[in-house]
Structures are given as C-alpha cells and as structure tokens.
C-alpha cells in the first residue's frame, strides 16, 4: 500500500502492524523537574521535615540543614572589601602613647604654680585691703620686709664644736649625756596618725621599713617623742622642706614639746664632728661600744686606729628588738656608746644614757661610712 506525503500515520505493506511516524511539530521535550534546595525542602511551618520518609534519614538532614543555614546566615554578613591598587587607603585613628618625662616635666610645673600661688600670693591677696593692689612687687619683696621684723627672735643652733665639747666633759666627769638626730624617718615616724595620717606617710616615707619602722606603731612614736623631750642634744633638720623643717614645728606642737627647752643642734653633727677630725679625740682613751647592723665594721676600723672596742651588738631588727638591745648593753664596760640602727637610734641612746648613766650618741649612716673607708677617722 502507498504511503501518502502530510499523513502523520501510515501502514506498511504485508504487515498489518501500525507504524508510528513522529514529526518535529509532533516532538515533546521532557519537562525538567525543578530541584529544590535541601533546606527549602526540609523546611516546614512547624519546624519538622515534610518530604522525607525515612526517620534516621530525617534526623541527619535536619542537622545538616540547620549547618547550612546557619553558614548562609553568614554568608549575609558584610564582608570587608579588599583594597585595590589604586583604592584611596582610609586611615585608622591610632592613640597615641604620652611621653611620660614630658608628663612628668609638665605636671611638676603645674604643681608649682600652684603651689606657689597657694603659698605666696594666695596669702598675700588675702592680706589686701578690697579694691586694691600693690603695683611692681613681687611675693619676696614682701617676705623680705615682712621678715626684718622677726630678725630679732632669730636663734642660732649650737655649734658641732660646742656639742663635742660638752660631750668631752661628760665623759671625764662620767655623767650621762645623749646625742640623737632627726632625720625625715623620725619626722614620720612622730607625725603619722598625730599631724598627717598613715597613707600619706607611707605614700611619702617608702623607706620607714628599712629605717625600722612598720606604721602604724603608736607605742614606738610616743616612746621616740619622749626621747627626743629627754635627750641633751637634738639634731634637727634645716632643710626647709615639707617633710624635713616642714614638719618639725607641728610634730613638736602636737607632742606638747616646747623649741625653747630644748637645746638643738644641726641633724648632721655627726657627720661634722667626724670631718672636723674631733671625732678621735672623742674615743681615744675611752672604753666603745658600737650598736647597729654596722657595728662590727665599725669596731674592726676603730681598732686599727687604737682605740679600744669592748663590744658590739648586732643586729637590730627595728624597733621591736628595743628591749633586747637595751638588755644586751647591760653585758658590757663602756664609757660611750656609737648606735646606728635606724629610727631605734634614737630611742636607744637616750635609754641607754639613762639607764647606764654613760655618753650615747645617734651615729647613724656615718658607722658604715667609717666601715667603708669613706671617711677616716
């Protein structure tokens, strides 16, 4: 049978079967299921997998869903772009760190200016009568004038040469006589919690743990004003410093010690009667006893100058070990005592002057001077 041209079917000769012709107008694509994202799919109102069977396998999805969720999210986020070469650079403010010596120069000048005006002009405007001013002069040309008023209440300290002397005398008449100093230590030591308070005192006097002092320590500061009221001689300071001379006349007002009792010499006596060269002429003859942390250095050096050493007690361990040191001395002949132990010096050779009726003197940082062959004797 002829097969005829446009028909989309036909059939073949001798067979009977149908032939099936397909023309391009009669061709069908395949439609490409659209395959949605794991999450999406995992996904549903209530939170559980919708489109998987399988309970185990649900479970793994769900996870490795969350994780891609969670990496997507981040993916979000804004990433910082890179910089291209010709991409203008943006500068990051840096702080800067100060200079601490030009810190350090600048708050000192700041504090004297201040310092100055509350200590000289703050006084002085209080002074002025209202709606009035002194023209072309300064602070000092005040003080100046103002002090010529007061020249005739000045007192003079009384001579290293002097002290020496008296002590000569009580030596050959073998009567008691003290010498102590007052150094910033002891400054501290009898104003803290009496004229300034203990943080302060520990702000500015660091060192009070060397010098034998752990404040606060009541006791040991009315001990040492009741040495300093006892003693011969005492050595003050003439430096006008805020905790040198600055304090010496508000400690001894809070303490009820009168200046005009006491018989004041210059606090490095010790240091001058050495360099004058009377230092020898005070020992030799006589029976020494040295006392301190420096006391058997001292002794070797006083030896090989022929003078005679009859003991020497050491340590001393602040001024808790007062009443042992005091009890130590009582072991020994002497006729002068050299103490150098700190703060404890002080109350030391007043006591022991008391007590043993012998010469005791506050030798302080000049025993280890000697030891050292800084100075000779």
């Given amino acids: 049978m002829m097969t005829r041209e446009g028909e989309g079917m036909s059939t ?13 107008a009669s061709i069908r694509t395949p439609r490409k299921r659209k395959r949605r994202t794991l999450g999406k799919r995992l996904r549903t109102k209530n939170g559980r997998a919708g489109s998987l069977r399988r309970k185990g396998t649900r479970r793994g999805l769900r996870k490795k869903g969350a994780l891609r969720s969670r990496l997507s999210k981040q993916s979000r986020l804004p990433k910082t772009p890179k910089l291209r070469k010709n991409d203008p650079v943006i500068h990051q403010f840096i702080p800067t760190i100060p200079n601490l010596d030009e810190e350090k120069r600048l708050s000192f000048e700041d504090g004297y200016r201040h310092g100055r005006y509350e200590g000289g002009e703050l006084i002085l405007a209080n002074l002025l009568p209202e709606n009035t001013y002194l023209p072309d002069i300064s602070v000092e040309d005040v003080i100046t004038a103002g002090f010529e008023q007061f020249r005739h209440q000045l ?21 008691p006589m003290s010498l102590v100093r007052l150094g910033d230590g002891e400054m501290f030591a009898l104003a803290h919690d009496k004229v300034v308070s203990t943080e302060l005192v520990r702000r500015h006097g660091d060192f009070l743990a060397y010098a034998g002092l752990e404040i606060p320590d009541h006791n040991c500061r009315e001990q040492l004003a009741e040495a300093v009221r006892k003693a011969s001689f005492v050595g003050v300071p003439t430096f006008r410093s805020p905790n040198f001379h600055g304090l010496l006349l508000p400690v001894l007002r809070a303490h009820g010690i009168h200046m005009a009792d006491m018989r004041m010499t210059v606090s490095t006596v010790n240091y001058a009667i050495a360099l004058q060269g009377h230092l020898y002429g005070l020992l030799k003859r006589r029976r020494v006893l040295t006392v301190g942390n420096a006391a058997v250095g001292l002794a070797s050096v006083l030896r090989k100058r022929g003078i005679t050493v009859t003991g020497t007690i050491a340590p001393v361990r602040g001024t808790t070990d007062i009443p042992h040191i005091l009890d130590e001395v009582s072991r020994y002949e002497f006729d002068i005592a050299l103490v150098a132990a700190g703060i404890p010096a002080v109350i030391l050779a007043q006591q022991i002057a008391e007590r043993y009726n012998k010469v005791a003197i506050d030798f302080g940082h000049l025993a280890n001077k000697i030891a050292d062959g800084v100075i000779a004797i």
């Avoid at 073949?12 to 391009?24: D, N, S, Y």
């Avoid at 003079?156 to 073998?174: D, K, N």
């Fill in 12 to 24: 073949t000769v001798g067979r009977k079967r149908p032939l099936l012709i397909l023309t391009t």
């Fill in 155 to 175: 007192q003079s300290f009384i001579e290293p040469e002097a002290v020496c002397a008296e002590l000569h005398q009580a030596l050959e008449e073998r009567r």
